[in-house]
T-cell receptor, first 116, second 115 residues
Framework: AQSVTQPDIHITVSEGASLELRCNYSYGATPYLFWYVQSPGQGLQLLLKYFSGDTLVQGIKGFEAEFKRSQSSFNLRKPSVHWSDAAEYFCAVGAGSGGGADGLTFGKGTHLIIQP | NAGVTQTPKFQVLKTGQSMTLQCAQDMNHEYMSWYRQDPGMGLRLIHYSVGAGITDQGEVPNGYNVSRSTTEDFPLRLLSAAPSQTSVYFC??????????????FGDGTRLSIL
């Protein structure tokens, strides 16, 4: 069964500083990987996804993520954070076989705090 | 465009009561699913459907029933609410009927408290 680990429960970053959120996955085949963001009291919004091809994917709001098969990682990055980036971030993996019957498996989330 | 609409947004129940959480999408998506979100647990899949008339269990299905009579609607039923079902519930949909290889579109959630 697939699994996702987000090692950092909380991360605090100064506004304007760079950001990297870590995500490690476990899956036997080629994974489909996602990053979602959740603002307080809101649903989840897709930031970016990786299915195949270029391992560096660009998303919305200036985010990018890099798929590293050798490290089973899909870390999320942003060069300069804004106060509006404060939110909960979830990494998720989907079954890559096309059957996909089990839906998405989510990590437990990383809470991002932006300090002035 | 509405996307995925969940009702109600908030609900308080007493232990043993029944209730249906509604979910509707207007994107003609085949795949729909229900997740629950608990502090420190991320989102966990309850039930999903790959099309009208087809449903299956996810990771945490106990205590919940679903049906899918139309493409648009995927209600989640609690037959006898328990305090352990206090959570925030999210409905999601995606295209092409395969759960894992398409982005999920999420509703805004239903915050449910069981006393």
């Amino acid at each position: 069964a697939q699994s996702v680990t987000q090692p950092d429960i909380h991360i605090t970053v100064s506004e304007g500083a760079s950001l990297e959120l870590r995500c490690n996955y476990s899956y036997g085949a080629t994974p489909y990987l996602f990053w979602y963001v959740q603002s307080p009291g809101q649903g989840l919004q897709l930031l970016l996804k990786y299915f195949s091809g270029d391992t560096l994917v660009q998303g919305i709001k200036g985010f990018e993520a890099e798929f590293k098969r050798s490290q089973s990682s899909f870390n999320l990055r942003k060069p300069s954070v804004h106060w509006s980036d404060a939110a909960e971030y979830f990494c998720a993996v989907g079954a890559g076989s096309g059957g996909g019957a089990d839906g998405l498996t989510f990590g437990k989330g990383t809470h991002l705090i932006i300090q002035p | 465009n509405a996307g995925v609409t969940q009702t109600p947004k908030f609900q308080v129940l007493k232990t043993g009561q029944s209730m249906t959480l509604q979910c509707a999408q207007d994107m003609n998506h085949e795949y729909m699913s229900w997740y629950r979100q608990d502090p420190g647990m991320g989102l966990r899949l309850i039930h999903y459907s790959v099309g009208a008339g087809i449903t299956d269990q996810g990771e945490v299905p106990n205590g919940y029933n679903v049906s899918r009579s139309t493409t648009e609607d995927f209600p989640l039923r609690l037959l006898s609410a328990a305090p352990s079902q206090t959570s925030v519930y999210f409905c999601a949909s995606s295209s092409q009927g395969a759960a894992g290889n398409q982005p999920q579109h999420f509703g805004d959630g239903t915050r449910l408290s069981i006393l």
